[in-house]
């Protein structure tokens, strides 16, 4: 067994053991290992059996510490315990980093270590959640859509991949041109969908949705009127009702360290759901070993 760089491995077969692996998720695909290299040093790694692979490994190095951007990245998928065992070893002999911090899946059933992300179950009737949404929320997703200068649409058109490019750059947002371009290409894969706003002919918000094995991730929502996103949002849990996904994550909570994240808690608690717990892992490049049980 070895390890090989992923820009060596097949993306095709990559994506292939993602997408067979019981807690394979978004962000173990090399769509997202693509998109997270334009903005981090990607030393993401394959484990190779032959010409099988058998466990992947999504790796982003900052300053000796494998993370994403600060945050942890996706726990490693391994086929097996055995290959766990051989590839955090062969992990373990490199030397260029020295920490790591990982993250599982919501749904893993591992013990909640104190992260938290917001999760709406959009298998339940658009009604009924409803129901659920912030009274405040609900009368601002009202205004909206009966504003008639408001025009919205939602759907996986290269024009909509443009809108919320457009959207993004309009508010004040900064990041390299090739991540717009890996977005626009997830929404002609089913990857992903875009619900845009426009008053007389300019684009003023916008919200991309990741899709991924019957989930759904909130990935971001500018806009440059106010109020528009609330109208955006409940269009975005209407489409998720009327597809075959499960749950809608909205993203983390108590995790924020200032007010600006303080409050895009707070709006994301506004749209109903619960809070699930996340494992997440902080460990040493030599004790990395013990990782090896929450790696199949």
């Known amino acids: 067994m070895r390890l090989v760089d992923s820009g060596s491995v097949d993306q095709a077969q990559w994506d292939a053991f993602v997408e067979g692996h019981p807690m394979g998720s978004f962000w173990h695909t090399s769509e ?14 394959a484990l190779m059996d032959g010409n099988e692979i ?31 065992d051989v590839g955090l070893e062969l992990l373990s002999r490199v030397e260029w980093w020295s920490r790591a911090r990982f993250r599982s899946p919501p749904f893993d059933g591992k013990p909640d270590t104190g992260f938290h992300s917001r999760m709406i179950d959009v298998s339940e009737p658009p009604a009924k959640l409803w129901t659920r949404v912030r009274k405040s929320y ?19 058109e290269m024009s909509l991949g443009l809108a919320y490019q457009d959207a993004h750059l309009s508010a004040g947002g900064s990041r390299p041109q090739a991540t717009y371009a890996s977005q626009i290409s997830w929404l002609s894969k089913g990857m992903g969908f875009v619900a845009a706003a426009w008053t007389n002919q300019a684009v003023v918000g916008a919200i991309y949705v990741i899709l991924y094995k019957g989930w759904a991730y909130y990935a971001s929502g500018p806009s440059t009127q106010r109020n528009v996103q609330h109208a955006l949002q409940w269009r975005v849990v209407q489409e998720l009702c009327r597809r075959p996904t499960a749950i809608y994550e909205i993203g983390w909570q ?18 109903g759901g619960r809070d699930w717990g996340i494992s997440t892992w902080d460990v040493r490049r030599n004790n990395i070993h013990g990782l090896a049980s929450s790696c199949f």
Do not use: C
Not at 32 to 45: F, H, K, R
């Open 54 to 84: 058998i466990g992947v490994m999504p790796l982003f190095w900052d300053k000796g510490v494998l993370a994403v951007e600060g945050e942890p990245g996706p726990l490693p998928l391994f086929k097996g315990k055995d290959s766990a």
């Open 254 to 271: 108590h995790h924020a360290q200032d007010k600006k994240g303080q409050n895009i808690e707070f709006y994301k608690r506004g749209w």
């Open 32 to 45: 997202w290992v693509d998109y997270q290299a334009e903005l981090s040093v990607n030393m993401s790694q």
């Open 138 to 156: 609900q009368s601002l997703a009202n205004q909206g859509a009966k504003d008639s200068r408001l025009t919205m649409v939602v759907g996986t």
